[in-house]
Each structure stands twice: as structure tokens, then as C-alpha cells.
């Protein structure tokens, strides 16, 4: 952490966690299998997985690719039989999640800054997303890592928010609850800030965050003014 | 899966939950925290992915600092604080497992074959444990992806595996009871063996693997003689 303000020329969230609540899925989940809980933990455990494994592997297909699959290999596992129905009706649960309830707030509180969307989801679930949140007049990038076929933590990932924005990656401040996103982009090189809703420990993965906030309204007064 | 007897010049192994049971980590756990099943799932979720996450980021540690971070986060995430004689007796379990019952059986079954074992574990981790278990004799390559800074499934792994061997890669079986690992080795283009002994679906990662046996012991009679 430090404690001077931070001082940057634009800012890039990750979406799905961190401006999107994605608790839509936990209730669709809920009517279709027992245990929804253990469920969604486990969906999104291998979502995230088969992300990283398929980076690694060099066999990427697309995140609509990546949560079907997960989604079927959970419900095996789960001893789970899901028909056609209950399949679309749980995949459709992404397109629709709501934002955390400051993100309105807190995105006009920075409207100083452009604001970008750098994301694993495909051009076509970012896009849907934003539409039923109404939020797409406020982004001037939104980036999927499809453009490269590399999915964060991958350092080509992160550079095409350098890419896309035209900013040096240390004055990008880039946004993510989930730690192991925040690590990913601090070892790229973006200035980093965790938002850590639960409060729970920091990952062990070496790069620690420039910033840690409990919530996205309190990001704007960490910021030198501009 | 492949019907006709398969063709191979040497075999290399994964090392932890494919030869060696790791019910020794269970066990010392037990004597620590409280709902040891779970923390030892969660730690062990925690070794995997940080090793995928360091290797996508190019921050590569050894796998005994791999298995110190992961168990410091998940004590940190379950709220249980460990003093250094827990952790020493923690992560010293990772030095004794045991062979599965089969193993010695299923290597001799294998001698026409040079052996091999190509695993994440460090090179002073290994040594350990094959001493431990009087293994040591039974194979001509101990291979640590340590040499190439790069975890599996990373092709890098895989390749050092054709490096060390001299053997070229469609003619080495790679023997795993990981899903994600066997699919990594087919990716590369290993011949694959999944060794499932709990009967779990395949996993939704693309290449399948040639064989699949319930344990190591019903694999000589797959081979073509030599």
C-alpha cells in the first residue's frame, strides 16, 4: 500500500466480481440443482481454471466456450443430468448480472479519468452485459482478452489494455476483486487496486496491490486530482 | 481411447496422486487444524492454481515455496493461525507418502520399458521421496520441471521430458491421474494414460487421453510387448 496519492491517466476494471455482481447465477442455479452454493463455487472454480490451464496448454476457446464446459463437466461431477432448458437458462445467468449497488456512484465520482473494461468475457457477453446495465455510455475501452487469445494472468492480456488505451502501463490503474487478477497486473506493471469486499486475506502470489478498498466509492479520494 | 495395443519406447510418470498417495498430508492435517479434508482440498486447490497463475505471470518459485504460500492463505482464508512447528510438520508431510499399493507390482510389470518420472515437485523434493520409499532403483529419468522455471501444463514441461529422454514424444506414454495433466500431455503430443482410481468424469479440456485405467497395475497389458 502506499500512501501518497496515486497518480494515473486512466483506469481499467475487470467486470464479472468486480462491477458486476454475479449473484444472478446463484439464483438460477438454485432452481435447477441441490446445493446451488457448493454448485456456483464449483462452476466458477473450474471457469477460472480451464482459463488459466488452456492459456497455458496454447488451446484457447472463447469464455462462452470456457463456462459451457465448465458448467458440463461440473454437473458430472456432480452426478447432475441437465437438459438442453436448464443448460441455456444457467449460461444465460452471465449475461445478466447487476452491478454492485456503489458502481454507479463511484464510476460518475470518476469521471475525470477515462474508464476502460478489461475482461475475460467475449466481445459478445461484454457487450450484452452493458446493455442491460445500462452502463456502456460510461466507458471509453471496453477489451476483451479474445483479441489475443490469452486469458489474465497472461502479461499479453494485460498489454493490450496498454494497447487499446495508448497509456504507459504505470499510469493505468487497473481494478479487479479478485486477487489473483490484481497480482497478475501488478507483475505486468499497472498500478493495482484490490477491492476486497469480504475482507479476506490477500492471495500469496508475490506483487502486492498499490491500493486496497472495501468498496469501488472509495477509490476516487485515493486519486491525485486531476 | 485407442483399441490397438499401444506402441511406446519409455514412460514417464506424474508423481504426486499418480504414484504416491498423498493420504500422509491428510493425516499430519488432521493432527492440526479442525475439518481436515477441507483444508487439505483447499491447500492442495491453492498448489495447482498458483502454480498456473506464477507460471501465466512468468514468476516462477520452486514448488516447496509453492506449497509454504498455499498453505499460509489457506490457513489465512479458514482463520487458523499456524506457528512454525505446524507448518515445518505440514509441509514435511509432502516428503512421505506412500506408493499406491499397486505401484511396485505395476513397475515391475513395466521393466521392459525405461521409467521415468516428470513432476512438478522441486529436485530436493523428489529425491526425498523416492528415497523414502525405496523407488529410487525403478527409474532411469527424475525429471523436475524445475530445470525450465515452468509448471505443467505448460508445453516447456512437457518438452524437457522429450530433452531428458532423447525419446520423441508421440513414442513416450505420460501417465497421470490428473485430468488437466494428461490433457496438457496430449496437447503437447505425449501418448496419454489417465490413471483414475476414483471413477470421476473426464474433464472438458479438448484432448483425451489414449488410455484409461482404473489403477497402474491394469496398464502393461494395454502395451504392445517390447
Known sequence: MTSAPIVIDGILFDAYGTLFDVQSVQSAVATV???????????????????WLRTLMDRYVDFAQISTDALNA???AAGIALDDTDRARLLAAWLR??????VPVALALL??????????GSPSML??????TNLTGR????VSVDAVRAYKPAPAAYALGVRVTG??????????SNGWDVAGAAAF???TCWVNRSGTPLEELGPQPDLIVPSLDRLPGLLAAR
Open 33 to 51: 440443482v441441490p446445493r446451488p452454493e457448493e454448485f456456483v463455487a464449483g462452476w466458477r472454480q473450474r471457469q477460472l481454471a480451464y482459463s
Open 74 to 76: 461440473t454437473a458430472a
Open 97 to 102: 448480472p447487476s452491478p454492485f449497488p456503489e
Open 111 to 120: 469521471e475525470s479519468w477515462p474508464l476502460g473494461i478489461l475482461s475475460n
Open 127 to 132: 457487450a450484452t452485459v452493458l446493455d442491460h
Open 139 to 142: 466507458f471509453a475501452w471496453v
Open 167 to 176: 497509456i504507459s502501463r504505470e499510469r493505468i490503474l487497473f481494478v479487479s
Open 189 to 191: 506493471g499497472f498500478a
